[in-house]
């Protein structure tokens, strides 16, 4: 499995960021797939997932309203629309499926600043 994340960056507060994930080595499209989270000190959180057709998402109540989970499954690509950005939405991102499958990504560095 490898699961390839990009887009994060430095925002200001109330800006935007949109997350790609590219993923193989999983039969993608038969995976509900979700965004992960992680800061120092703190266990990995999942804050958004799609179910394997796209047709049903969740999202956790702290980016409910603010994020945008999506899926292309002839493209293997998972992503992740955030606005309105907060402090506390700074973290490291990673996608994976739901439930967790294989390896971590590297994930990618957002940080919102205020």
């Known amino acids: 499995v490898q699961l390839v994340e990009s887009g994060g960056g430095l925002v200001q507060a109330g800006g935007s960021l949109r997350l790609s994930c590219a993923a193989s080595?999983?039969?993608?499209?038969?995976?509900?797939m979700g965004w992960y989270r992680q800061t120092p000190g703190k266990q990995r959180e999942l804050v958004a997932t799609?179910?394997?057709?796209?047709?049903?998402?969740n999202y956790a109540d702290s980016v409910k309203g603010r994020f945008t989970i999506s899926r292309d499954n002839a493209k293997n690509t998972l992503c992740l629309q955030m606005n309105s950005l907060k402090p506390e939405d700074t973290a490291v991102y990673y996608c994976?499926?739901?439930?967790?499958?294989?390896?971590w990504g590297q994930g990618t560095q957002v940080t919102v600043s205020s």
């Open positions: 994976n499926a739901v439930p967790m499958y294989g390896n």
């Open positions: 080595g999983i039969t993608f499209r038969l995976k509900a």
């Open positions: 799609i179910s394997s057709g796209g047709g049903s998402t």
